[in-house]
């Protein structure tokens, strides 16, 4: 046997042809970048280009991804290829919790990344980066498949920059859960002094809409009846009034008449009309009010129409 005169560590001579040295890392690296399995997931058009990068022309089991698992738990890479909105980004921070470490998203298009041409709609988020850790943007609206092959390899590339003695997902202290955020009519923080902020704005707008919203009168059921709600603010009805269009017959509410938020009230018309409820106001008219083609009116104090209705003739 020949006498080994190399540095201490090396392969004997005769053995050197069949030993192969490399380090940890670059196996287990390699071993990563060609066994990921993206989860079958799609939003929107970018899907379509999704699927194609999958079809013989481009081909993307060549980089050993080609087995997509309908399920979280048996996928590691989560495309997110689509419009995020503020009800699917729940669902999708709730899949990415569920997926085996380690694991990657890959951002693919303008929708998914900034909000695309969607960006000011009121219920789409701007950018998945908001909620979830991105590793590869791959822009485009929508991005072609050799774009996203692309994307693939630079996160092959990034999966060479990685050592198993510094990746998190190794150590004890680490968990990967990623909070899910509320679903409401905005993606809201819930620190109690977030939710306080929300529902002072909710509160503002509500009293907006209320004070600006009037009274509304509307034909009841039967002959001579009218209906006026409130879908407003609490309003004080004095010295308003109900116009008949055809003979000009006049009803005065009385002083302090106060028709309260979301409140309603009936007006029995015609000589003989009487009232089924304390609320109800009667108004004697010369004949119910409908028994003819006519328009009714409710009138303010400044002399201003509010509210009108045409009341259908009633014929026999």
């Not at 909620?131 to 929508?142: E, I, Q, S």
């Not at 993606?187 to 902020?197: F, G, M, R, V, Y």
Request: with cysteine.
């Amino acid at each position: 046997m020949a006498e080994n005169t190399s540095t201490t560590g090396a392969a004997p001579e005769e053995l050197s042809e069949n030993i192969l040295i490399t380090t940890v890392d670059s196996v287990y690296n390699l071993a990563r970048s060609y066994s990921l399995w993206p989860m079958t997931f799609g939003l929107a058009c970018c899907a379509i280009e999704f699927i194609v990068a999958g079809t013989a022309r481009y081909d993307m089991s060549r980089f050993g991804m080609e087995v997509a698992r309908p399920s979280p738990r048996q996928a590691d890479l989560l495309i997110i290829s689509g419009t995020v909105t503020k009800k699917m980004v729940v669902s999708i921070v709730r899949l990415y919790n569920q997926m085996a470490e380690p694991r990657y998203v890959i951002s693919m298009g303008a929708c998914a990344t900034g909000g695309g041409p969607f960006k000011e709609g009121y219920n789409v988020v701007s950018g998945i980066d908001k909620f979830l850790p991105v590793d590869v943007y791959v822009p485009g609206c929508p991005p072609t498949p050799e774009a996203l092959l692309h994307g693939f390899i630079t996160l092959h590339k990034k999966f060479k920059t990685q050592s198993v003695r510094t990746v998190p997902w190794y150590r004890k202290t680490y968990t990967g859960e990623t909070p899910i955020p509320v679903l409401g009519p905005d993606i809201i923080d819930t620190h109690p002094a977030a939710l306080k902020q929300v529902r002072d704005v909710n509160m503002t707008r509500l009293m907006a809409a209320r004070s600006a919203a009037g009274p509304q009168i509307s034909a009841g059921e039967g002959q001579g009846t009218i209906v006026i709600r409130n879908p407003g603010l609490t309003r004080d009805l004095t010295d308003w009034t109900l116009q008949t269009g055809d003979d000009g017959e006049t009803y005065h509410f009385p002083a302090g008449f106060v028709l309260m938020s979301d409140g309603e009230v009936r007006v029995h018309t015609s000589s003989g009309a009487t009232s089924s409820s304390a609320g109800d106001i009667v108004w004697p008219t010369a004949q119910a009010i409908g028994a003819e083609t006519e328009k009714v009116s409710l009138v303010d104090a400044d002399g201003n129409a509010v509210s009108s209705f045409e009341y259908e003739a009633i014929t026999s």
